[in-house]
C-alpha cells in the first residue's frame, strides 16, 4: 500500500469514526432513557432545576414515561413547586394506578405541606392497601400526623402507636404522638416521648423543634 493510499485510509477511517460518533450523540439526544438517567444524576447531586429540565425533555420524547413524571414530581416538590408536582403525581397515578411510591409521596411531599390533611389520609388509605399495613410503619404515622392535625386525636394515637409497634425505634412518631398528647392534655405522657424521641437521635435527624417543646413544656 503506497503512502497516498494509507492516507486515503486514514481518512476515510476519521471520516466513518465521526459519523458513528455523530449517530451515537444523535440516538443519544433522542433517546428518553437517557435524559431520565442525566437527570437523576442531577438530582443525586441537588441539581434540581437541571433535573426537571432532563425529565422533561424525557417525556417530551415519551409522553407515557411513568418514572420521569414520578421523579420530575419529587424534583418539583423539593423546589417547592407544588402545584407542578401534583400535575405530575396524577399523571402518574393516572398512568399507573396501583404506583403506591406516587400515591404516598404525593399525600407526604404535596398534601401534607400544603395544608390538605384530608387528601393526605385518602392517599395513605390507599397506599396502605396497595401495600402490607406491618410494612409500612411510616405510612401508618403520616396518617396519625394528619389526622391530628384534623383533630381526629384518638384515631391519630391509634395509627402512631401501631407504627410504633412495628418500628420502636422511630423518633418522628413518638414526637408526633407527643405532639397529639399535648393537644390531650397529657403533659407527663407528652415529656416521655419527646424525651424518647431525643435518645432516638431526633435533633441529628430532623432539627431542634422536639428540644424547644421539651424547654416549653417539660422544664428541660
Same mark, same amino acid.
Given at each position: 500500500?503506497?503512502?497516498?493510499?494509507?492516507?486515503?485510509?486514514?481518512?476515510?477511517?476519521?471520516?466513518?469514526?465521526?459519523?458513528?460518533?455523530?449517530?451515537?450523540?444523535?440516538?443519544?439526544?433522542?433517546?428518553?432513557?437517557?435524559?431520565?438517567?442525566?437527570?437523576?444524576?442531577?438530582?443525586?447531586?441537588?441539581?434540581?432545576?437541571?433535573?426537571?429540565?432532563?425529565?422533561?425533555?424525557?417525556?417530551?420524547?415519551?409522553?407515557?414515561?411513568?418514572?420521569?413524571?414520578?421523579?420530575?414530581?419529587?424534583?418539583?416538590?423539593?423546589?417547592?413547586?407544588?402545584?407542578?408536582?401534583?400535575?405530575?403525581?396524577?399523571?402518574?397515578?393516572?398512568?399507573?394506578?396501583?404506583?403506591?411510591?406516587? $400515591?404516598?409521596?404525593?399525600?407526604?411531599?404535596?398534601?401534607?405541606?400544603?395544608?390538605?390533611?384530608?387528601?393526605?389520609?385518602?392517599?395513605?388509605?390507599?397506599?396502605?392497601?396497595?401495600?402490607?399495613?406491618?410494612?409500612?410503619?411510616?405510612?401508618?404515622?403520616?396518617?396519625?400526623?394528619?389526622r391530628f392535625r384534623?383533630?381526629?386525636?384518638?384515631?391519630? $394515637?391509634?395509627? $402512631?402507636?401501631?407504627?410504633?409497634? $412495628?418500628?420502636?425505634?422511630?423518633?418522628?412518631?413518638?414526637?408526633?404522638?407527643?405532639?397529639?398528647?399535648?393537644?390531650?392534655?397529657?403533659?407527663?405522657?407528652?415529656?416521655?416521648?419527646?424525651?424518647?424521641?431525643t435518645d432516638l437521635?431526633?435533633?441529628?435527624?430532623?432539627?431542634?423543634?422536639? +428540644?424547644?417543646?421539651?424547654? +416549653?413544656?417539660?422544664?428541660?
Amino acid at each position: 500500500m503506497t503512502k497516498s493510499q494509507i492516507r486515503s485510509y486514514r481518512v476515510t477511517q476519521l471520516a466513518v469514526l465521526m459519523i458513528l460518533i455523530l449517530l451515537t450523540a444523535g440516538c443519544r439526544k433522542n433517546n428518553p432513557w437517557y435524559h431520565y438517567k442525566d437527570a437523576t444524576a442531577k438530582y443525586q447531586l441537588g441539581d434540581f432545576m437541571g433535573a426537571v429540565a432532563g425529565y422533561t425533555r424525557a417525556i417530551e420524547l415519551n409522553p407515557g414515561f411513568t418514572e420521569a413524571y414520578y421523579s420530575r414530581a419529587i424534583c418539583q416538590s423539593r423546589l417547592g413547586s407544588y402545584d407542578q408536582a401534583l400535575n405530575d403525581f396524577n399523571k402518574v397515578s393516572e398512568l399507573d394506578p396501583t404506583h403506591a411510591d406516587a $400515591i404516598f409521596n404525593r399525600a407526604f411531599y404535596v398534601k401534607e405541606k400544603t395544608g390538605d390533611f384530608e387528601g393526605a389520609i385518602e392517599d395513605y388509605n390507599r397506599f396502605l392497601e396497595l401495600r402490607n399495613e406491618e410494612e409500612h410503619p411510616y405510612a401508618l404515622n403520616n396518617r396519625g400526623y394528619a389526622r391530628f392535625r384534623l383533630g381526629d386525636l384518638q384515631a391519630a $394515637i391509634k395509627d $402512631i402507636n401501631q407504627s410504633l409497634d $412495628i418500628d420502636p425505634a422511630n423518633a418522628y412518631a413518638f414526637r408526633n404522638r407527643a405532639l397529639v398528647y399535648l393537644q390531650m392534655g397529657m403533659d407527663s405522657l407528652a415529656c416521655l416521648d419527646l424525651k424518647k424521641a431525643t435518645d432516638l437521635g431526633y435533633e441529628n435527624l430532623y432539627g431542634e423543634d422536639v +428540644r424547644e417543646m421539651l424547654i +416549653r413544656h417539660c422544664g428541660e
